[in-house]
């Protein structure tokens, strides 16, 4: 599959079998980069799952970087656009401790598992990819909103472009917010009024949230956000800040969670019930994108309002009269109710 990339990563040549190649670094570019990459996803995939290569890549078991094309970032914009039709554009921020490399395939997963059309385009901000690197990375998310918020207002700005839908992990979410805030203060309420937008298990503090929903406003359609209480990567968020709640781990259960969701024109939705990728419980929106696919509205109904849900394993989210089918599961998920 054809993936973009856009990146204010750092770059160094590498010697690598073929001749050197350029890798990015978690140095902080002061200008964005653009390419395409192709990315295989082998046969044996597993729907959620990264299949990381060996030393040797094997295209028959692992994700495998095939291409890999440079340009400058208006030829980007310029390549999606000219896509048959409207192109829609799905942006995918990734979190903390994450390296290239791995934000590059968790879009392929994505974008393979959801089935979604369109361009997808990967915004690597400079995480330091270490688990010690917190602190470091936080400041290379709070280095990256002026760059996001610039590639969203090019993408928003050209109507050959269809919709425009961003999803933000975890400490991505909360990069994403501050892009959202600085368009709101700058006026740019076009760019917003053409995004949807996600948080998977955002980490970012209750409070500052809460502030930024303040500037940012209502979006149409409504924020979502994904939780899960039980998300352990963000409970040691929350120790490394003082105990502060972080957002992604809100209780949609407190029906005082559900009202200020309501009042706030953000739709909240509980994925505990799904099972995650990984030990944290903090990979769960990857998921979510596998069931994608299969899922469908009832006639009249809608999870895109705002207020609390819960979504299951079976797809479906508890919150009458809005419920999500899922079809086509996997054996042993369930089927829908």
Request: hydrophobic share 45%.
């Amino acid at each position: 599959m054809s993936l973009h990339t856009v990146t204010d990563r750092g770059t160094v040549l590498q010697e690598r079998p073929g001749g050197p190649a350029r890798s990015f670094t978690d140095a902080r570019a002061a200008t964005l980069s653009a390419a395409r990459f192709s990315v295989s996803i082998p046969p044996t995939h597993v729907p959620g799952a990264i299949e990381w290569p060996g030393r040797r890549p094997d295209p028959a078991t692992d994700m495998a970087v095939t291409a890999r094309q440079d340009m400058p970032l208006a030829t980007l914009v310029e390549e999606i656009a000219q896509g048959p039709g409207r192109a829609d554009v799905r942006v995918f921020v990734h979190g903390y401790n994450t390296s290239f490399q791995e934000g590059l395939f968790r879009l392929a997963q994505i974008t393979h598992d959801s089935g979604s059309e369109g361009a997808a385009i990967l915004f690597a901000w400079p995480s330091n990819a270490t688990v010690t690197g917190y602190a470091a990375d936080r400041e290379a998310a709070t280095y990256a909103r002026d760059h996001l918020a610039g590639l969203l207002v090019l993408l928003a700005q050209d109507r050959r472009i269809g919709q425009v839908s961003v999803l933000g992990h975890s400490m991505g979410g909360w990069l994403l917010m501050e892009a959202l805030r600085q368009l709101r203060m700058g006026g740019d309420d076009a760019t917003l009024g053409r995004l949807q937008v996600v948080l998977a298990a955002p980490d970012i503090d209750v409070d500052v949230f809460r502030a930024q929903l303040d500037v940012v406003g209502r979006l149409t359609p409504p924020l979502t956000v994904l939780v899960a209480p039980d998300d352990r990567a963000l409970r040691i968020s929350a120790r490394l800040n003082a105990g502060r709640q972080r957002v992604g781990a809100l209780d949609v259960g407190d029906p005082r969670m559900a009202a200020a969701a309501k009042a706030a024109g953000v739709t909240v939705i509980d994925i505990t019930d799904l099972q995650s990728p990984d030990a944290q419980n903090h990979g769960r929106y990857a998921v979510l994108a596998a069931m994608y696919s299969g899922m469908r509205r009832r006639p009249g109904e809608a999870i895109t309002d705002a207020g609390a849900f819960v979504l299951e394993r079976t797809g479906a989210a508890v919150a009458s009269p809005f419920i999500l089918i899922a079809e086509g599961l996997q054996a042993g998920q369930g089927g829908a109710r």
